[in-house]
């Protein structure tokens, strides 16, 4: 029998840690409305390095976690588990599921003029290859340009956005793409919105950036238009974040991340 859902139900959001909530904070912005339940598996990250069972186990029980606070769609905002996760969680959900890599990856295509786009993200997303098979999808005339950019992770959650190191280790990355002569650069990791002005200032503002947290919210409230769930009312949604772990620095990172204080967060224990 189909659940039967809800407008003011929430929305579920998971990633492997934090880095998510560049995710969520798009979804605070475009959808300020809406009660939002964001779940951090910071206990076991990163998944970049797990092997692919392992990433759909962990993504399986997540689900089954949020889905038992009665969500009314899930939001995969971890780059890895949507590469991997995403049909194996559809096939269990009773409620719309949506990752990352599509909406960025159609954005991208819709941004790009010359046909070449640019991915960065971590090791795993680059070597599963998943961007760049989606924007195939959409376009076989597309080059595609992938280069995994690991240090970038630690310079966001160190804050280390806009200083010389930062810079350095953003050029060193980046310059091949002018040779690439890219137009688009998709940021294929959560945590790379948070480095958005120093990539810019490396590779200039004539290079379009997609954020995939950002194209994700978006089609975040298409679905909910399209299937009747917007939630109308006018109080601002409540948001509740559930984390497997309390890292060390964990409420400056997320406050930075998020870009307001963290509050009601819990610690839980998966079954």
């Given at each position: 029998?189909?659940?039967?859902?809800?407008?003011?139900?929430?929305?579920?959001?998971?990633?492997?840690?934090?880095?998510?909530?560049?995710?969520?904070?798009?979804?605070?912005?475009?959808?300020?409305?809406?009660?939002?339940?964001?779940?951090?598996?910071?206990?076991?990250?990163?998944?970049?390095?797990?092997?692919?069972?392992?990433?759909?186990?962990?993504?399986?029980?997540?689900?089954?976690?949020?889905?038992?606070?009665?969500?009314?769609?899930?939001?995969?905002?971890?780059?890895?588990?949507?590469?991997?996760?995403?049909?194996?969680?559809?096939?269990?959900?009773?409620?719309?599921?949506?990752?990352?890599?599509?909406?960025?990856?159609?954005?991208?295509?819709?941004?790009?003029?010359?046909?070449?786009?640019?991915?960065?993200?971590?090791?795993?997303?680059?070597?599963?290859?998943?961007?760049?098979?989606?924007?195939?999808?959409?376009?076989?005339?597309?080059?595609?340009?992938?280069?995994a950019c690991s240090l970038f992770v630690?310079?966001?959650?160190?804050?280390?956005?806009?200083?010389?190191?930062?810079?350095?280790?953003?050029?060193?990355?980046?310059?091949?793409?002018?040779?690439?002569?890219?137009?688009?650069?998709?940021?294929?990791?959560?945590?790379?919105?948070?480095?958005?002005?120093?990539?810019?200032?490396?590779?200039?503002?004539?290079?379009?950036?997609?954020?995939?947290?950002?194209?994700?919210?978006?089609?975040?409230?298409?679905?909910?238009?399209?299937?009747?769930?917007?939630?109308?009312?006018?109080?601002?949604?409540?948001?509740?974040?559930?984390?497997?772990d309390f890292q060390k620095k964990f409420?400056?990172?997320?406050?930075?991340?998020?870009?307001?204080?963290?509050?009601?967060?819990?610690?839980?224990?998966?079954?």
């Amino acid at each position: 029998m189909k659940k039967i859902l809800s407008p003011s139900n929430p929305i579920g959001v998971f990633d492997s840690g934090i880095g998510g909530l560049t995710v969520a904070k798009s979804l605070f912005g475009i959808l300020p409305n809406e009660n939002i339940i964001y779940f951090g598996d910071t206990a076991r990250l990163p998944y970049g390095t797990k092997s692919k069972e392992t990433v759909i186990r962990y993504s399986v029980e997540i689900a089954k976690f949020l889905l038992d606070k009665n969500v009314k769609m899930i939001v995969v905002a971890c780059n890895t588990a949507s590469s991997v996760a995403l049909p194996y969680l559809r096939k269990l959900s009773n409620v719309p599921v949506i990752g990352v890599i599509k909406p960025g990856s159609k954005a991208a295509v819709s941004a790009t003029n010359n046909y070449r786009i640019g991915v960065i993200g971590t090791l795993g997303t680059v070597q599963s290859y998943a961007y760049k098979t989606q924007i195939h999808k959409f376009d076989r005339n597309i080059e595609v340009f992938s280069k995994a950019c690991s240090l970038f992770v630690q310079l966001a959650e160190d804050g280390w956005t806009e200083n010389k190191i930062a810079a350095l280790i953003a050029k060193e990355y980046l310059s091949g793409f002018k040779d690439d002569k890219i137009d688009t650069l998709i940021l294929g990791c959560t945590h790379y919105p948070v480095l958005k002005i120093i990539i810019s200032k490396v590779l200039g503002r004539k290079i379009r950036l997609i954020d995939s947290g950002e194209e994700t919210a978006k089609e975040v409230r298409r679905l909910l238009e399209q299937f009747h769930l917007v939630n109308n009312k006018k109080n601002p949604g409540k948001h509740k974040f559930y984390v497997t772990d309390f890292q060390k620095k964990f409420r400056e990172i997320s406050e930075r991340f998020l870009g307001q204080p963290l509050h009601d967060v819990k610690k839980i224990k998966l079954k």
